[in-house]
């Protein structure tokens, strides 16, 4: 069980949200593209060690995330290229975020242990790895073993509630670091998840079809 097996439940809180877009007229791509440019925001604060602020744009960028696909739904603009759109956007968002934090300076590893600040971004890499694959094995699954079918725009799949850490846990655990000040200490946390939470996966599309 994760975060994102309660997506439709959060979905509804930020339909006034949706609907002041709506209104405003900016199409559900055009609301992605402001999360990939509030995520951006977010990486370059980091890297200039703003972490609340970034936390700050980080949290925007995810409710504009959620939002587009409202926004789709309410205004019948939903399109296959809107939904692929969505999974790239979130990629490069996570990956750019997690980035910022490599590039920040800060660490943890290196000044503990005494090694190369190589390590620290190692410990990145790694995240963004576990972060990319956790995701990654989604599509494949649909494209090898067929699911197809939508529920609000979505692939309604079995791995929706498979994996413990997902993306939303990814982006809530970078946000209460970089609030609380302890933004490598939720590098961690995402680099080892995320792998586990991948791994999670593959157990059980191997359990079930092989």
Not at 131 to 152: C, H, L, Q, W
Not at 182 to 200: E, G, K, P, R, Y
Request: net charge neutral; hydrophobic share 50%; aromatic share 12%.
């Amino acid at each position: 069980m994760n975060i994102t097996a309660f997506r439709y439940k959060f979905v509804r809180y930020l339909e006034p949200i949706a609907e002041v877009c709506k209104r405003a007229g900016l199409s559900p791509n055009i609301i992605t593209i402001l999360s990939i440019i509030a995520g951006l925001g977010c990486a370059i604060c980091y890297i200039l060690h703003n972490f609340i602020a970034g936390s700050i744009l980080l949290f925007c960028s995810a409710i504009l995330d959620l939002v587009d696909g409202s926004v789709a739904r309410m205004s019948g603009r939903e399109t296959p290229f809107g939904a692929v759109f969505d999974w790239i956007a979130d990629k490069y968002v996570d990956t750019i975020v997690l980035l910022g934090v490599g590039l920040s300076g800060i660490s943890i590893i290196s000044d503990i242990f005494g090694v190369s600040h190589l390590w620290d971004f190692a410990i990145v890499a790694i995240a963004i790895i576990g972060s990319m694959m956790n995701t990654f094995i989604k599509p494949v699954t649909y494209a090898e073993i067929g699911f197809t079918k939508r529920v609000d725009g979505k692939i309604d799949d079995p791995l929706e509630g498979i994996g413990f850490f997902g993306r939303p846990e990814t982006v809530l655990v970078l946000i209460l670091g970089g609030i609380s000040g302890f933004i490598w200490i939720s590098v961690l946390i995402i680099a080892v998840c995320t792998n586990l939470s991948a791994l999670q996966r593959i157990i059980y599309l191997y359990r079930k079809f092989s």
